[in-house]
T-cell receptor
């Protein structure tokens, strides 16, 4: 069965520091996609970054990078040089072929000034 | 800009009074989804349309219905809202349902039931 686990319910990080949000997954399908979304207090789910199961390189998008460790089934999100505007809920998600996306329970990130 | 639009952003209804939430997209995506999200929880998929094919999740209550009259629009109908239906309702789209197909979300409609 597919499963996404985010073990950090909440995190507090000082502004300008890097932060790593943990995500582990489980699937028996060799073809899958991993996604991270940001949800600020306004409620909108904002797509941040995607990693495919066959991608050799870690995905990067600006200050966001995905630390993909396939053997460990982990897909941690790294935010470099955190900003106050990064305070939000972050969801890790996974999708198999021809299937719906599944979400982890989320990590609430607080950036401290 | 291509996007997913939801109206209204905030909706207040009375217990038992039917309500309809609206979603439109300019992405020309084949798949449209409706999610329910309660406070501090992950979004919960209610149903999705692949083109005109409707797919209901097994645990979606009968109180929730959906219509997709064309590619661009999708509606969520709540026939008799209960207090437990107060939540954020998120619409999303994806081009296809492959592993690499990103879901793009609208801003959500926050439903209050009095």
């Amino acid at each position: 069965a597919q499963k996404i686990t985010q073990t950090q319910p909440g995190m507090f990080v000082q502004e300008k520091e890097a932060v790593t949000l943990d995500c582990t997954y489980d699937t028996s399908d060799p073809s899958y996609g991993l996604f991270w979304y940001k949800q600020p207090s306004s409620g909108e789910m904002i797509f941040l970054i995607y990693q495919g199961s066959y991608d050799q390189q870690n995905a990067t998008e600006g200050r966001y990078s995905l630390n993909f460790q396939k053997a460990r089934k982990s897909a941690n999100l790294v935010i470099s040089a955190s900003q106050l505007g990064d305070s939000a809920m972050y969801f890790c998600a996974m999708r198999n072929r021809d299937d719906k996306i599944i979400f982890g329970k989320g990590t609430r990130l607080h950036i401290l000034p | 800009d291509a996007m997913v639009i939801q109206n209204p952003r905030y909706q207040v209804t009375q217990f038992g009074k039917p309500v309809t939430l609206s979603c439109s997209q300019t992405l020309n995506h084949n798949v449209m989804y409706w999610y329910q999200q309660k406070s501090s929880q992950a979004p919960k998929l209610l149903f999705h349309y692949y083109d005109k094919d409707f797919n209901n999740e097994a645990d979606t209550p009968d109180n929730f219905q959906s219509r997709r009259p064309n590619t661009s629009f999708c509606f969520l109908d709540i026939r008799s809202p209960g207090l437990g239906d107060a939540a954020m309702y998120l619409c999303a789209t994806s081009r296809e349902m492959g592993a690499a197909d990103t879901q793009y979300f609208g801003p959500g409609t926050r439903l209050t039931v009095l």
